[in-house]
């Protein structure tokens, strides 16, 4: 079955340096897994996909994961926070032939000033 | 730019009384899903519908819940009768399926259900 797990519920960064969001996965094949994120009163929307093409995957707003079997994990990093990059981020994995996604359990982003 | 809608964004009901939630799924799209998000919990499936048939609906509380899809333009999530256990942010998401295109979901903004 597959799984993943967020390792921090809250990362909290200033603004102008590096984020890093950890998540690792469990799956019995090789997985497609997600990024999403959830601005305050919003639904969710696809930062980025893993689909078995570039181990390093670029999304939108400066955001990139890297796809690490070895470790099992696909951590979310970007270079420079910036303050409208707070919101809750959920790490996900396709659940399989039923075009499920399974999600974690978030990790909430704030960002100083 | 197309977009899951949901109805109403905010409810507020007493104990006891019937709730709907309606959601338009982005036109083209075949799969749906209903979602619930909550502290506790964080964000659980309950159901989901490819071409308006049921898939699987085994995160709901069967005596309380029914999810169906009257047409391919509308979604509904019912809950009788209603508890205060059951306030929560609910959202519907679209997405194509099965496939490399059923990876993504687009979601709506979410229904904020309150239960006195």
Known sequence: AQSVTQLDSHVSVSEGTPVLLRCNYSSSYSPSLFWYVQHPNKGLQLLLKYTSAATLVKGINGFEAEFKKSETSFHLTKPSAHMSDAAEYFCGVYGGSQGNLIFGKGTKLSVKP | ?116
């Open chain 2, 1 to 116: 730019d197309a977009r899951v809608t949901q109805t109403p964004r905010h409810k507020v009901t007493e104990m006891g009384q019937e709730v709907t939630m309606r959601c338009q799924p982005i036109l083209g799209h075949n799969t749906v899903f209903w979602y619930r998000q909550t502290m506790m919990q964080g964000l659980e499936l309950l159901a989901y519908f490819r071409n308006r048939a049921p898939l699987d609906d085994s995160g709901m509380p069967k005596d309380r819940f029914s999810a169906e899809m009257p047409d391919a333009t509308l979604a509904t999530l019912k809950i009788q009768p209603s508890e205060p256990r059951d306030s929560a942010v609910y959202f519907c998401a679209s997405g194509l399926g099965p496939g490399t295109s059923s990876y993504e979901q687009y979601f709506g903004p979410g229904t904020r259900l309150t239960v006195t």
